[in-house]
């Protein structure tokens, strides 16, 4: 795809080769969140396993003049609640000298056109509660809170029915 007529713009799915720059993407998304630390073997096993199973979900990522300027991740599950399958927006991330450039709402937009052409009934994101510039951004784009509260069980982490020594940062 050619975004907008940025004739050196092109949105289009991600490939094995494109591991590490997804990896040093996570790397600085993570690096900002408080709930992820960045760990690159676990970055990159797991965009491995998404864009080796399509039917899983897709990394689509944004190009200008040939370099890798971001990504959008989308996993596929299906919604009881929508009778039909729906999307989690897992990153979408661009390179901090690219932001504020479009490229954001460009990839969003992609998505966006995407759920509505595989008929995908909603997509759900989750951004960190005090980043105000995130939510003001999905807002603009149509995406509005929702009453849920979204809770973690980390089986691998010590988890316990009271919370103690949970490692999920809370």
């Given at each position: 795809?050619?975004?907008?007529?940025?004739?050196?713009?092109?949105?289009?799915?991600?490939?094995?080769e494109?591991l590490p720059?997804?990896a040093?993407?996570?790397?600085?998304?993570?690096?900002?969140?408080?709930?992820f630390?960045?760990?690159?073997?676990k970055?990159?096993?797991g965009?491995k396993m998404?864009?080796?199973?399509?039917?899983?979900?897709?990394?689509?990522?944004?190009?200008?003049?040939?370099?890798?300027?971001?990504?959008?991740?989308?996993?596929f599950?299906?919604?009881?609640?929508?009778?039909?399958?729906?999307?989690?927006?897992e990153?979408?991330?661009?390179?901090?000298?690219?932001r504020?450039?479009g490229?954001?709402?460009l990839?969003?937009?992609?998505a966006?056109?995407?759920?509505?052409?595989?008929?995908?009934?909603?997509?759900?994101?989750?951004?960190?509660?005090l980043?105000?510039p995130a939510k003001?951004?999905?807002?603009?784009h149509g995406?509005h809170?929702s009453?849920m509260?979204p809770?973690r069980w980390?089986?691998h982490?010590g988890?316990?029915?009271?919370?103690?020594?949970?490692?999920?940062?809370?």
């Amino acid at each position: 795809m050619n975004p907008g007529g940025m004739s050196d713009t092109r949105i289009e799915p991600a490939t094995v080769e494109d591991l590490p720059d997804l990896a040093e993407l996570l790397h600085d998304l993570f690096s900002k969140e408080a709930d992820f630390r960045p760990d690159q073997a676990k970055q990159m096993r797991g965009l491995k396993m998404i864009i080796e199973a399509p039917n899983k979900g897709r990394i689509f990522v944004l190009r200008h003049t040939g370099r890798l300027l971001g990504m959008i991740n989308l996993l596929f599950t299906i919604s009881t609640a929508e009778g039909g399958s729906v999307i989690i927006l897992e990153d979408l991330i661009i390179r901090q000298e690219h932001r504020g450039s479009g490229y954001g709402a460009l990839l969003l937009e992609y998505a966006m056109d995407f759920a509505r052409q595989k008929d995908f009934q909603r997509i759900t994101l989750l951004t960190d509660r005090l980043d105000e510039p995130a939510k003001h951004f999905f807002h603009q784009h149509g995406f509005h809170e929702s009453g849920m509260v979204p809770m973690r069980w980390l089986p691998h982490r010590g988890n316990s029915p009271t919370g103690e020594g949970s490692g999920a940062g809370i």
